[in-house]
Antibody
Framework: EVQLVESGGGLVKPGGSLRLSCAAS????????MSWVRQAPGKGLEWVGR??????????DYAAPVKGRFTISRDDSKNTLYLQMNSLKTEDTAVYYC???????????????????WGQGTTVTVSS | EIVLTQSPGTLSLSPGERATLSCRAS???????LAWYQQKPGQAPRLLIY???SRATGIPDRFSGSGSGTDFTLTISRLEPEDFAVYYC?????????FGQGTKLEIK
């Protein structure tokens, strides 16, 4: 079964740091392009950033509000995606989802096919 | 950054009716890298449409997407009770990816 499980959320003070993890299973993680999407309480979806597979360069892209503060990385040996969040602000309070494209069998179908697999989300609260 | 504007903000319809949701981009969306998602309270989003008009796996054929360039539409031909939710468009062709602000489809 294809699965993404986020962890690491919690309560942190403004200016603090937190690292989220996303454990992947049921597919060949190393070939997948992975993204983080967040949703503030009562608000819409906001794309946070994406990391390509290492075979496609392993590069990252970020949304403007988090660029320079957040870092996405991956450990393909552990089938795990990370989101390192520094200099946190109250406006970073949200549910954070990791997500990837459709999986056929155990194979990532490709970036063009949208984000079809989502974790359950982990909640980050930034408050003093 | 491409800004996506969805309209209407809220759409009130009855089961069996046809729903038409709009998504307009501030600049052309690269190669129709436009997706639609459905989200229900307390749940993760669900992919409905990718590539502007292709249904994702398992999505009923009452859902259809159309459009290109800067204007896109999600149509639900005959609303079922489970279709009442919030819908988001997303462009993923040009980093940074962006989502529209959402259209809430509510029961009239």
């Amino acid at each position: 079964e294809v699965q993404l499980v986020e962890s690491g959320g919690g309560l942190v003070k403004p200016g603090g740091s937190l690292r989220l993890s996303c454990a992947a299973s049921g597919f060949t993680f190393s070939n997948a392009w992975m993204s983080w999407v967040r949703q503030a309480p009562g608000k819409g979806l906001e794309w946070v950033g994406r990391i390509k597979s290492k075979t496609d360069g392993g590069t990252t892209d970020y949304a403007a509000p988090v660029k320079g503060r957040f870092t996405i990385s991956r450990d393909d040996s552990k089938n795990t995606l990370y989101l390192q969040m520094n200099s946190l602000k109250t406006e970073d309070t949200a549910v954070y989802y990791c997500t990837t494209g459709p999986i056929t069998g155990t194979t990532f179908l490709g970036y063009y096919y949208g984000m079809d697999v989502w974790g359950q989300g982990t909640t980050v609260t930034v408050s003093s | 950054e491409i800004v996506l504007t969805q309209s209407p903000g809220t759409l009130s319809l009855s089961p069996g009716e046809r729903a038409t949701l709009s998504c307009r981009a501030s600049q052309s969306v690269s190669s129709s890298y436009l997706a639609w998602y459905q989200q229900k309270p307390g749940q993760a989003p669900r992919l409905l449409i990718y590539g502007a008009s292709s249904r994702a796996t398992g999505i009923p054929d009452r859902f259809s997407g159309s459009g290109s360039g800067t204007d896109f539409t999600l149509t639900i031909s005959r609303l079922e009770p489970e279709d009442f939710a919030v819908y988001y468009c997303q462009q993923y062709g040009s980093p940074p990816q962006t989502f529209g602000q959402g259209t809430k489809l509510e029961i009239k």
